[in-house]
């Protein structure tokens, strides 16, 4: 039996159809870049260099989105570019996240000296400076698609940790918990089943926000020349690129930046826009 | 005479339709306590939070006036309504534990308004302020000034709230269910001291409460609320002899009395409840009309 | 009837409980300790409703919780039913676990925020193995007086007094020979503290359980209790039948909480 309360169907928030929406585009476009691609993003054309967006004065039938210094098609590249930003995306944040949550989790419901190991180890590896550390080991474990995942993952599992285990404390301290105990469940138990319910929420918004991190520490790599390899379209390296030449071709550099600024942004509302629709907790 | 007067005083939730105040009229003479009865949800804190200027920013005001001093607040642009307030209003909150800032001596906490607001020397405030607490019964004023609130028990901090509504002589002071958070026995000491400061100093006081015992003790006349409606407005004694409501009948009949063996758990009728609900309703249509 | 015909399901006896405080903690070394319940001793016979009384800081939720292993004393003993569970670990505690259930102060954070209200009242149901927890859970909810479909919902759909039957409902599922209730109705109107006090009342009658109700208020104790046990900073100052407590108070702090209390009269004068 259901009543009239129960009934009533929250809307679907604007900025989760808007950022859902971009993301799937961009998830569609990853895939598909192959066919739907206009042009080899490899190939160099000299005599094709620096063509303006089609709808600037000079612009030759066939690059939408212009071409770079050396008469690659932006478009292209940017679609190809998406291959990489979105599997950093998504595997680097969600190991972090299982990563970093977990622990968060333990040190902060159970206490005692787990939470002693684990909020040392969070205190001493939040001592060092992020970016140097990351491309310090870049710098050891050599350039790849693995290297760039396994930094942000080093670097950022403390995010989640700290702020799971802060939520954990509050939670564990909570009646339902004393309940669960009183009712006989085990602490292990209680950790999955009255605790994570209720930071899961809060998981879905650092899920999310990591993802777009993820896509600007790999861009910032890019940048710097430590990504993948230097052929590869990534949106850090047209990033790069474009900033050379930003007098003569801003689309080189601006079209790319836009990209990654709505996917980043999108990633962040989507986090926002889930909770808002799913969480049972009314606010 | 009456110091203040609310005519006709109506709020809702902002961009809906759910009403939290409808058409509340009542009146305080000057020095006379007030109190406002009802359950969670009757709406009888937001009168007070809407004379003071706290309502949340989630109501707004739909209609009609607080006469503070002659003047109508609602009337007044919002800078000059909150001078006023400030000058003629107080507020004794609910919660001691958190209506003093942990990081601040007590002393500052007290002489801060009259300096700022208005315009005390340091040296007058202070003074005031130790003549103050002494007048709530705290020994060692000196000390007490200079301590933190986490050196000091609930009660301690309630009195200190206390001398701090009353630092100003405002013309009127709220109180928010000021004992609510209390140990029973610190209540009696309170409350006592809350109707000893309001008979010295002759302040009209707006008591919100829901314990109809506590009303008992401190009150003179009071005002029933459920569903922000008021449904009953009387002399204290009479209501004790005879509630003209059935509905403050059987929230009388609700309150424990210890003294009592037997009948003292008597819920409130559902039938009772759904008769003010329905009444309430029809409140609503002949507004509408 | 007499304490030497109803066999005792609780006996306490020398109960100490210290927790370490933290405010005090230096800097190095360990937090001096806090000694919250300072040897009590007193017997809970079966079929007894037991009010326990005393102000904040008197260490009645503390015995409260001791009495259900939420906490584990520093000294001294709890048997329940002859069995002594002062220092029983987990493990071993899980079956009587069973037999003494506790309803919590605030039913808002006593109830998970994100489980529905059937979920809440099956899981300890499944915990001890019991057949068909929904339905078990359903029923429970028909004993506390509220429609099945209330099953579906969460916790913040529900009013006050409806949370708290739904802590209520959760704690006789078990069918458990003992609950202890922690300040239940302190936080409810009077209009549905009087609602749930009657329910507890029935159920207990109903069910033969035998209840521990601590409160703040003597007043909505007298009706409920056969005997109250007044606390006072970590101490037992008062163990009396309930008419003779009332009738004739012996301490003084028991004294000074009655007379502290309001009612709603205006003929009572407080000195």
Redesign the interface.
């Known amino acids: 039996m259901l009543d009239g309360r129960s009934q009533i169907k929250r809307k679907l928030p604007p900025r989760l159809i808007l950022s859902a929406g971009w993301l799937i585009l961009l998830g569609a476009a990853a895939m598909l870049a192959p066919w739907i691609a206009p042009k080899d993003p490899l190939a160099q054309d000299l005599f094709l260099g620096q063509l303006p967006p089609a709808w600037v004065q000079g612009h030759e039938p066939g690059y939408l989105l212009g071409t770079d210094s050396l008469g690659r098609d932006v478009l292209s590249r940017i679609l190809y570019g998406t291959r990489l930003a979105l599997t950093v995306a998504l595997l680097a944040g969600s190991i972090t996240c299982i990563i970093g949550a977990t622990l968060g989790l333990l040190a902060g419901f159970l206490r005692g000296w787990v939470d002693i190991m684990i909020s040392r180890a969070i205190d001493i590896w939040m001592a060092f400076p992020p970016v140097l550390f990351s491309i310090l080991l870049i710098a050891v474990l050599g350039p790849g698609l693995t290297s760039i995942i396994i930094a942000i993952v080093v670097i950022d599992w403390t995010r989640f940790a700290r702020v799971i285990r802060a939520e954990a404390m509050t939670q564990g301290a909570m009646d339902y918990v004393a309940s669960a105990q009183v009712a006989g469940r085990t602490r292990l138990s209680t950790m999955f089943t009255e605790i994570l319910p209720n930071v899961l929420p809060t998981i879905t918004v650092l899920l999310t926000l990591e993802m777009g991190i993820a896509i600007i520490v790999e861009a910032i790599l890019s940048f710097v020349n430590l990504s993948i390899s230097t052929d590869d379209p990534t949106w850090g390296g047209m990033i790069a690129e474009g900033r050379t030449s930003i007098h003569q071709a801003w689309w080189v550099l601006v079209f790319p930046l836009i990209t990654l600024f709505l996917t980043v942004l999108s990633f962040s509302q989507l986090g926002e826009g889930l909770k808002d629709r799913f969480d049972p907790v009314l606010r | 005479m009456s110091y203040l007067t609310i005519r006709n005083l109506s709020a809702n939730l902002k961009g809906r339709p759910d009403r939290i105040l409808r058409n509340v009229s009542l009146q305080v003479a000057a020095g006379e306590v007030r109190g406002l009865v009802g ?2 949800g009757a709406g009888k804190s937001m009168i007070g939070k809407a004379i003071l200027g706290t309502l949340p920013l989630s109501i707004e005001i739909t209609g009609g006036e607080i006469i503070l001093d002659g003047t109508d607040l609602l009337k007044l642009p919002p800078a000059q309504r909150r001078t006023r307030i400030g000058q003629f209003c107080a507020l004794i909150p609910q919660d001691p534990l958190t209506a003093l800032n942990p990081s601040r001596r007590i002393g500052p906490q007290i002489t801060n308004r009259l300096v700022d607001i208005l315009r005390w020397t340091r040296a007058d405030a202070e003074k005031r302020a130790r003549e103050l607490l002494a007048e709530v019964h705290i020994p060692d004023p000196e000390r007490v000034m200079r301590s933190y609130p986490h050196e000091l028990s ?1 009660g301690m901090r309630q009195r200190i709230l206390i001398a701090s509504a009353f630092a100003a002589e405002p013309k009127l002071i709220v109180a928010d269910e000021p004992t609510t958070a209390l ?6 000491q309170i ?2 001291l809350i109707a000893e400061m309001q008979a010295r100093h002759g302040t009209a006081l707006l008591f919100v409460t ?8 401190v009150c003179q006349s009071l005002s029933v609320l459920y569903g922000g409606l008021v449904l009953e407005d009387s002399r ?2 009479d209501f ?1 002899h005879a509630p003209k409501h059935p509905y403050s009948r ?3 009949a ?9 009948g ?5 009728p559902d039938a009772v ?1 759904a008769a003010t609900r329905a009444e309430v309703e029809a409140a609503d249509r002949s507004a509408h009309v | 009837m007499s304490e030497s015909y109803a066999p005792n399901l609780y006996q306490i006896d020398n109960l100490r409980l210290s927790l370490a405080d933290m405010t005090k903690k230096p800097l190095v070394g360990a937090a001096p300790r806090l000694e919250i319940l300072k040897g009590l001793s007193f017997t809970i016979p079966k079929g007894e409703i037991l009010g326990i009384v005393g102000g904040s800081g008197s260490g009645k939720s503390t015995l409260g919780r001791a009495l259900v292993r939420l906490l584990e004393p520093s000294g001294g003993s709890i048997k329940f039913d002859g069995k002594d569970i002062t220092h029983l670990p987990e493990t071993d505690l899980h079956p009587l676990r069973r037999r003494f259930q506790m309803i919590f102060q605030d039913p808002m954070s006593s109830l998970n925020p994100r489980h529905r209200v059937g979920a809440i009242i099956a899981a300890p149901l499944s915990l001890h193995g019991l057949s068909n927890p929904r339905q078990r859970a359903l029923e429970a909810l028909d004993h506390v007086g509220l429609p099945r479909g209330f099953a579906t919902r969460y916790p913040h759909e529900l009013s006050g007094g409806q949370r708290q039957r739904i802590g209520i409902a959760r704690a006789i599922a078990l069918k458990p020979d003992f609950i202890l209730a922690d300040e239940i109705v302190s936080g409810l109107d009077v209009s549905s503290q009087a609602q749930v006090l009657n329910l507890l009342e029935t159920l207990v009658k109903d069910l033969g359980l035998t209840l521990a109700f601590i409160s703040h208020d003597l007043s909505v104790i007298r009706r409920l209790c056969t005997r109250i046990l007044v606390l006072h900073r970590g101490e037992i100052v008062e163990n009396a039948a309930t008419p003779a407590l009332f009738a004739n108070p012996q301490a003084s702090y028991t004294r000074d909480l009655l007379d502290a209390i309001p009612l709603p009269d205006p003929k009572q004068v407080w000195a």
């Not at chain 2, 140990?183 to 009696?188: H, L």
């Not at chain 2, 829901?210 to 003790?217: A, C, E, F, Q, T």
């Not at chain 2, 309150?255 to 037997?262: Q, S």
């Open positions: 359950e969670s609930g140990d029973v026995t610190v209540q009696k409350l006592k829901h314990d109809l015992g506590v009303v008992s003790k204290m004694t004790f059987a929230l009388l609700a309150t424990p009395k210890y003294t009592d063996p037997d003292s758990l008597t819920p409130v409840v």
